[in-house]
């Protein structure tokens, strides 16, 4: 005997093929098989009654559920989609009915939660160093929040040691965790995409449709990697020489590369600003030009840095030692040369160069190895959103990173309209001043104007050697030691090796707000 579970959605027991041409002649358009084969004997197989169902132009949906289970999230998810697939009638069964009126109940359960939302005090978009950092320094803060953060990813990585990977100092499985467990007992993680936002409604979508409402939303999805915009980039990226310190599995190659060579054309590229870790183009340079140059093999070994911007650093201070490491290693620098274009198998690289009179060229030049540095936009789902500026970054304001038209909104870390650099140090300054004022706005307080744009880049310029870069808006010097900063110092390489690592795992995503205070201002 068939039972209801809701409008055009009936549930029975097991059925015989007799049973299935029954149903067919009844209109049912598809039926939905939740018991696995060979429980009892003469249970008719799943294929033999599919057989039966496609013959009539019945389609036929198999989502086994073992008996004495209790249906998971993904047999919940995978039920409510195939129902929104059909546009008829629907048969469920099992062996009693009962595990498929559980199955049920539970797709209900999600397909509810889609149509009514969930909503949060605060809703942060991006699980990596920035929205994990401000998450723990808001429970720091008040433990009572409900916080969720949104997330399709399912690790989470410590990017500033990929430059060491590459340099043969780090070990790549090191610099990564899976994602639940760096995210604070008690938030929500929402494994999806964002589609949009609305916030003149307090509201995000997410790609499946549900809309997530929240007080205060909290913006950090970081930059998008934008590999597609070299012209043969993505097919040859991890082989011909071709790779690039800006991304996990490549890391590795970019070792494999240095050691292997000992003769021949390196060739190493940098985009246009904005980018993550700016020095990092030219600390892969001068990583393997110290493994070449212990190696002996340096002489033998043509190094070019092809730079689209115009300067060395941005900050002149940290220029003249930079310079004397190029001079060392013999380094041939090109500045106004941006790369648009990669032959992999040809093992050429096409730069478009720009003239002092704002004419363009093409030049081509073979190489042996090329280390690659994408240009970086914000993600489409911000730049598209009415939460960005006219680049695509989250408008906000430089030193509250409070949104400039929607109060309750903030921004940290890469995606921000910040003009500061875009590095991990910059975000373990952020966090806590974007936390206290989320809960300013909170309390109907004014926000504090403390950031001053420090950020930091430890140029790595040979191995056991570190010139700490620290810095301010307009290239202010913001040095955390009483030191020369424009001096490589072995201390500094035991900092970017040891240090900053276990700093990051154990200290920022902690909440553990070390060395945060921005100039005078402690928050």
């Known amino acids: 005997m068939n039972k209801v579970l809701e409008q055009n959605i009936t549930v029975s027991g097991q059925l015989s093929q007799d049973d299935v041409r029954t149903l067919a002649a009844q209109g049912v358009k598809a039926i939905v098989n939740n018991r696995p084969d060979f429980e009892e004997p003469g249970q008719p197989t799943n294929a033999q009654l599919e057989a039966v169902a496609h013959g009539l132009g019945v389609q036929w949906v198999f989502l086994p559920l073992v008996a004495g289970q209790k249906p ?17 009638p629907v048969h469920v069964f099992c062996r009693t009915g009962r595990r498929s009126e559980m199955i ?34 808001l429970l720091n803060r008040d433990s009572s929040l409900r916080i969720a953060v949104i ?48 916030p003149e409604q307090n509201r995000v979508t997410l790609a499946d449709g549900t809309e997530v409402a929240y007080q205060q939303l909290v913006v950090c999805p970081g930059l998008k990697l934008n590999w597609a915009a070299i012209e043969g980039l993505t097919d040859t990226l991890g082989s011909n020489g071709v790779t690039s310190n800006y991304r996990y599995d490549l890391a590795p190659y970019t070792w494999e590369l240095v050691q292997k060579t000992r003769r021949g054309r390196a060739i190493f590229t940098q985009p246009a600003m ?12 001068y990583l393997s030009c110290s493994e070449w140059e212990q190696r002996g093999v340096l002489k033998d070994v043509e190094v070019e840095m092809y730079n689209a911007g115009a300067v060395v650093f941005g900050v002149p201070t940290f220029v003249p030692p930079l310079m004397e490491y190029i001079k060392r290693y013999g380094a041939q620098v090109n500045f106004a040369h941006n790369l648009v274009k990669i032959d992999g198998p ?64 903030f921004a940290l870390g890469d995606a921000g309209s910040m003009p500061n650099a875009k590095t991990t140090a910059a975000i373990r300054k952020q966090a806590p001043i974007v936390a206290a004022n989320v809960l300013r706005v909170r309390q109907g307080q004014p926000v504090m104007n403390a950031y001053d744009g420090y950020g930091a880049c430890p140029l790595t310029v040979e191995k056991g050697k570190v010139v700490l870069a620290e810095f301010a808006y307009g290239g202010a010097l913001a040095p955390t030691f009483p030191l020369n900063p424009a001096v490589p110092r072995r201390f500094n390489w035991v900092l970017k090796k040891y240090v900053f690592p276990a700093l990051y795992w154990f200290g920022a995503l902690k909440g553990r707000e070390w060395l945060t205070a921005c100039g005078k201002v402690k928050v």
């Open 346 to 409: 040809g093992k050429v690289a096409t730069f478009e160069v720009v003239g002092t009179d704002g004419s363009k060229t093409l030049v081509e030049r073979e190489f042996d190895m090329i280390h690659v540095v994408p240009p970086q936009v914000a993600p489409d789902f911000v730049a598209q959103s009415p939460l960005a500026n006219a680049a695509g970054w989250v408008d906000v304001n430089q030193h509250s990173m409070q949104h400039v038209r929607y109060p309750n909104v």
């Open 274 to 285: 904005p980018i993550k870790c700016a020095g990092a183009p030219q600390k892969a340079m």
């Open 104 to 137: 049920h109940q539970a797709a209900s359960g999600l397909m509810q939660e889609s149509s009514q939302g969930r909503a949060f005090d605060v809703l942060v978009v991006g699980a990596g160093t920035a929205g994990i950092s401000v998450i723990t320094s």
């Open 72 to 88: 998971d999230l993904t047999l919940a998810k995978a039920y409510r989609d195939a129902m929104r697939a059909q546009q008829g």
């Open 151 to 198: 997330d399709p990813a399912k690790t989470h990585d410590y990017q500033a040691a990929w430059t060491l990977v590459g340099g043969g100092e780090y070990d790549s499985a090191a610099t990564r965790k899976p994602m639940e467990a760096v995210i604070p007992k008690g938030v929500v993680w929402i494994n999806q995409p964002v589609d949009t936002f609305q």
